[in-house]
Every structure is written in structure tokens, then in C-alpha cells.
């Protein structure tokens, strides 16, 4: 199975900050990579897919890169409804997996 | 606009059954993959299985934690996607989440059903 590293675990920042999380892989992805976004006590929502395609209706503050084993999501200017947890998923292979998660906290 | 109800969660005792059926509207459903997605409480996301649509012959897999307990099924005629938990353990205790299945990623996802397991 892959395995999905996520870092940090939680990270408190203030509206307006550069956010910053990323994922390592057990192995190689590709571009096989997925973020979600959820709020508290709500469904997660996916933010992005293919490492760096913003899924539509999603704000362009939202940004994905990287490749083979190590991928970052970027919140470039964080806004007050960004304050939740992130997660990444490898889409490469079966068993799909999730990082730990990342919290994004007020700071 | 892709709306998913998930339903049928409760309090259920270890070693037994439970059935979870998700609702789907607002797209074709039989065009589509499906997915359940679990998160125990104050956890992280665990993917629990997967089922193509017919074209794909409604091929399924399964997370090794769940392989032999779980089974997913659809039926396109009621729009409609379950999830038969048999042997369920306390560990099974978790929100159950469906959702629209694309290349691997979850783009729609339902609100969720809370399972407890506990005598």
C-alpha cells in the first residue's frame, strides 16, 4: 500500500498568510494526487485533483504542485473560511489512500 | 446541482449487520463510479471501497480493513448506492461518507451517516 505523510499535523496562522502543507508518498505518483478541504462537523470537499487542477468553483488562492513523491498545497493569502483541516489522497492505486491530515488553525 | 443522502446508520452491536444506502440525484448516476469514504470519530479519512458503473462490469474493491465484512452494491433503476456492513467491529465506528468516484478522487460527496458499534 502507499502510504501518505502529511506536514505538519497543525499549523496556526492568521488571515492573510501564506499556508503551506505537504505530502510525501510512499512511492512514486505521478501526477496522482488529490487535496480536500473540511470544515468542521461538514463532508470534505475537494479542492484539488492531478496535483495542480483547481476543481471548478474553488478560489484561485488555492494552489497544487509537485511530482513524483512529495506534493504541497498552497493557500496563498488565507481567508477566515480556510480554517479547517486539509487532507491529500493518492489516486495512483488501489487501496486509495489519505494523508493524517493537516489542521489550520486561527492563530 | 449532484446531491448524495446517505442513511441507514445507528447503533449496532459488535458482530452485527448494518446496511447503508446513499440517494444520488443531479447527474446520471448509472454513468458513474461510486465511493464510500469513513472518518471514526476526531480521525482522518479512510477510503473503505470503490464500484464502477455497468460498462466497467460494476467491478469492486475494498479496503484491506474492510475485505469479506463489506460488500457494495448499486442499483442504477433507484439511483441509489449501499454499503452492507456484516461483522461489524467497535473499530468500525466512523461517519460513512458516499460519493461521485472520478480517477480515483471523490468530486461530490454526501453529508454523511454515523455507525456505532457498541454493546
Known amino acids: 500500500d502507499i502510504q501518505m505523510t502529511q506536514s505538519p499535523s497543525s499549523v496556526s496562522a492568521s488571515v492573510g498568510d501564506r499556508v503551506t502543507i505537504t505530502c510525501r508518498a510512499s512511492q512514486g505518483l505521478s501526477s496522482s494526487l488529490a487535496w480536500y478541504q473540511q470544515r468542521p462537523g461538514r463532508a470534505p470537499k475537494l479542492l484539488i485533483y492531478?496535483?495542480?487542477s483547481l476543481q471548478s468553483g474553488v478560489p484561485s488562492r488555492f494552489s497544487g504542485s509537485g511530482s513524483g513523491t512529495d506534493f504541497t498545497l498552497t493557500i496563498s493569502s488565507l481567508q477566515p473560511e480556510d480554517f479547517a483541516s486539509y487532507y491529500c489522497?493518492?489516486?495512483?492505486?488501489?487501496?486509495?489512500?489519505f494523508g493524517g491530515g493537516t489542521k489550520v488553525e486561527i492563530k | 446541482e449532484v446531491h448524495l443522502v446517505e442513511s441507514g446508520g445507528g447503533l449496532v452491536q459488535p458482530g452485527g449487520s448494518l446496511r447503508l444506502s446513499c440517494a444520488a440525484s443531479g447527474f446520471t448516476f448509472s454513468d458513474h463510479s461510486m465511493a464510500w469514504v469513513r472518518q471514526a470519530p476526531g480521525q482522518g479519512l479512510e477510503w473503505v471501497g470503490r464500484i464502477t458503473n455497468k460498462a466497467y462490469s460494476f467491478t469492486t474493491e475494498y479496503a484491506a480493513s474492510v475485505k469479506g465484512r463489506f460488500t457494495i452494491s448499486r442499483d442504477d433503476s433507484q439511483n441509489s448506492l449501499y454499503l452492507q456492513m456484516n461483522s461489524l467491529k467497535t473499530e468500525d465506528t466512523a461517519v460513512y461518507y458516499c460519493?461521485?468516484?472520478?480517477?480515483?478522487?471523490?468530486?461530490?460527496w454526501g453529508q454523511g451517516t454515523l455507525v456505532t458499534v457498541s454493546s
Open positions: 460519493g461521485r468516484f472520478t480517477s480515483g478522487y471523490i468530486n461530490y
Open positions: 492531478g496535483v495542480s
Open positions: 489522497q493518492q489516486t495512483n492505486s488501489f487501496p486509495l489512500t
